[in-house]
């Protein structure tokens, strides 16, 4: 697979920390702040689900490329062969979601969830097919039902280029791992913007208390969309008119977009309640601010890694007999997703760094700084 350079402009205000030696800018919980009560996982990431991966591959290049593509893989084995248990839940639909109605339809998912840029989604789809295609053991498949999502990154990215081919989206793919996951300005979220600032990738997770079965929950985002922001139900807005000078500001005036939210856990949960699950994270996004406007394509995908829930090729016989959690049981997975939301987005929002686009805009980072002593004080009334 042939190496795609990434160009980085240090010249035109265009930095990424984990590129250039600057100093990394600080996750939601540097600050000691939390959204909710729940625990997270070790890495409060989405890879605290055993199993699962996330890939990015980012797109710099010129001065009006500014987008990317993000992978997450629900297990190591080949998915196709080891299909695993998924729903979908839309908030609003003013997006491209492929491959949603065969998880709808059969509550599976067969391939890895691709995120990218609106009008990259058909070269996506395409990588998929050819990855599925490819790996041994699938010589006879002759259907792939590959599921990818995007947000519109036209802001900030030449959307009209169609720059993402197909070598990197299978880059992506390869270049998923279990370990952390990076945030900020990179993947798919390169060239998103979110509540007037720049946004982008972010992910956190929950750990259930034994009591309650012990499960991770983790979430993935790649957000792109306005409203008012807030923070632990601080509004940012009337913080930001005191400590920010507003011409610094960029002149997207946002208030549609969209967010996609991924949503694993190993928790043994059916298409079904996965569909609730779903429903929840979507939630998450609401308390940040969001309310799912009527441009805005807000979906949440959400699949168990639950080993013997997966539908095994070859598998015979008329019927399956499987074990899951009981209604009861989901409450507080319920919550973790709710909390595991909206601290992904929070953290799409702090770790993204100020990024230079097309037509000489600049999406500029949240001023962390500027909040923290203000939040800090906050947290303790």
Known sequence: MKFIPILILISQGLFFSSLNGQEARPRVRDLGLKSGVLETGALNAITDVPGVKVGHQTLVKGSDIRTGVTAIIPHEGNIFQEKVPAAISVANGFGKLTGSTQVEELGYLETPIILTNTLSVPIACQAIIDYILTLPGNEQVESVNPVVGETNDGWLNDIRARTVTREDVLAAIKAATSGPVEEGSVGAGTGTTCFNFKGGIGTASRKLPAQRGGYTVGVLVQTNFGGVLQINGITIDKILREKVDFSQQHDNNQID?????????????????????ARRALAGMARTGGYYANGSGDYAVAFSTAPHLRLKSGQSGLTIEIEVLRNEAMSALFQAAVEASEEAILNSLFKATTIKGQKGRTAYALPVEKLRTYLENAKHE
């Open 257 to 277: 977009g969209s967010c996609m939210i991924v949503v694993a856990t190993d928790a043994p949960i059916d298409s079904r309640n996965l569909k609730r699950l």
